[in-house]
């Protein structure tokens, strides 16, 4: 924000905006001194932070020096990419109704920052800031609490988002130390099926790491909306949270209408059977569904992206998978669709490191053409075979999971 806009600021906001940036003897300033004292600490606001290692101080087995010193070159070279996108030198032109200033930085070729544009936030995560990092989240609270933008109609909300993004790239770059390939086979505009093998035990890993792949890797950082199983929706809490950092309900109506609007669809077929897998079964892809996603990408006209995920079956090991715990899940969530619970040994996940694997793209058929029942179970099995291949080639040239 430039002097001229801390200048059309009352005495008021000005104190609310020293005292986010922790600016002592606030109250006793006049207009001019706030002013002076917040364009000072404006380039500070702005300056993106060192890549920390998320874990200094703690020793993980299996997690080497190298390995942390890596993690802080990757999270450097995005941090320095993802800048490109924002023009820190000028600030949203977006005022409110009583001429309060946004204060955000503006993407580059427009007047507004994301928040206040044309809504391509919702595909396309820039930073706000234009830099990650948890220097940027007192700027993201006042936005959050200011309450001045929408979200989409999916429940996405750009700063929540933004804000897990930050938190889960730890265990992004420092602790799971994700290797991606064929990043080029995501397209960079329009609609997609990014169909992966299923693993975690339950907990969402691949799911965050897909999308997060796509972010932290691709040219320009689009989101994958996730589609989550039934109980992501139904658990008080975390539903808002799970659709508001940007993932979607499980429902035909839901998927068509995402992929209608260009977005990246993330979808895990194998559903609840694949992360039940016991550990001797890990990294053997099961049936694919009935192949639904096929006629989702057949209607919308869009590719399918199968995706071969090595990583997220073996960070909680499945020992064994219980029906009894199956029936009291029922008890609670009775339209969950869930026939076992799996069991493992390890509350907290193994530092396992992960490789994601974008294969080449499976192009729609002629347009106008339907899939019927039988069309979408042999497309579904030819993905599946394509996944297990390259899952098979990743692990065969794997010298050890960590």
Not at 26 to 44: F, H, I, P
Not at 193 to 201: K, M, R, S, T, Y
Not at 233 to 256: F, I, Q, T
């Amino acid at each position: 924000m430039t002097a001229q806009d801390l200048s059309s600021l009352t005495k008021k906001q000005l104190i609310v905006l020293a005292r986010e940036r922790n600016i002592a003897g606030r109250s006793t300033m006049s207009k001019a001194q706030l002013v002076e004292a917040l364009s000072s600490t404006e380039q500070d606001v702005n300056r993106p932070d060192p890549a920390p290692d998320a874990f200094a101080g703690i020793n993980i087995p299996g997690i080497s020096p190298s390995d942390r010193a890596q993690a802080r070159e990757k999270r450097d070279a995005l941090y320095s990419r993802l800048s490109s996108f924002v023009d820190t030198e000028v600030h949203c032109a977006w005022r409110s109704s009583d001429g309060h200033p946004c204060g955000l930085p503006v993407t580059v070729g427009s007047p507004t920052c994301g928040l206040h544009g044309d809504g391509t936030t919702f595909d396309c995560a820039i930073p706000l800031t234009g830099q990650l990092g948890f220097s940027a989240w007192p700027r993201l609270l006042r936005q959050l609490s200011l309450a001045t933008y929408d979200t989409d109609i999916f429940g996405l909300d750009p700063v929540i988002a933004e804000m897990v993004w930050h938190v889960v790239n730890m265990l992004y770059f420092d602790y799971f130390r994700v290797d991606v390939e064929g990043i080029e086979n995501i397209p960079m505009e329009g609609g997609a099926v990014l169909v992966a093998n299923h693993g975690a035990a339950a907990l969402p890993y691949d799911g965050a790491m897909l999308g997060l792949s796509v972010m932290n890797e691709a040219e320009i950082p689009r989101r994958v909306r996730v589609i989550g199983t039934e109980i992501f929706n139904m658990l008080p809490g975390v539903s808002h949270l799970y659709r508001k950092a940007g993932g979607a309900y499980a429902a035909r109506e839901d998927a068509r209408e995402l992929l209608a609007r260009g977005h990246l669809l993330g979808v895990f077929p194998e559903g609840e059977r694949g992360f039940m897998k016991p550990v001797w079964d890990a990294y053997k892809v099961g049936r694919l569904g009935r192949g639904g996603f096929a006629d989702l990408a057949q209607e919308a006209s869009v590719p399918i992206i199968p995706v071969a995920i090595v990583g997220s079956e073996e960070v909680h090991p499945t020992v064994m998978v219980s029906k009894r715990l199956a029936m009291l899940v029922k008890l609670v969530f009775p339209e969950q669709r869930l026939d076992a619970v799996a069991i493992a040994l390890n509350p907290v996940p193994l530092p396992i490191r992960w490789r994601i694997r974008f294969l080449p793209p499976v192009e729609p058929t002629a347009p106008g053409h339907e899939l019927d029942s039988l069309d979408q179970l042999e497309l579904a099995e030819n993905v599946r075979v394509t996944i297990q291949t390259a899952l098979d080639d990743i692990l065969s040239t794997r010298r050890t999971a960590f």
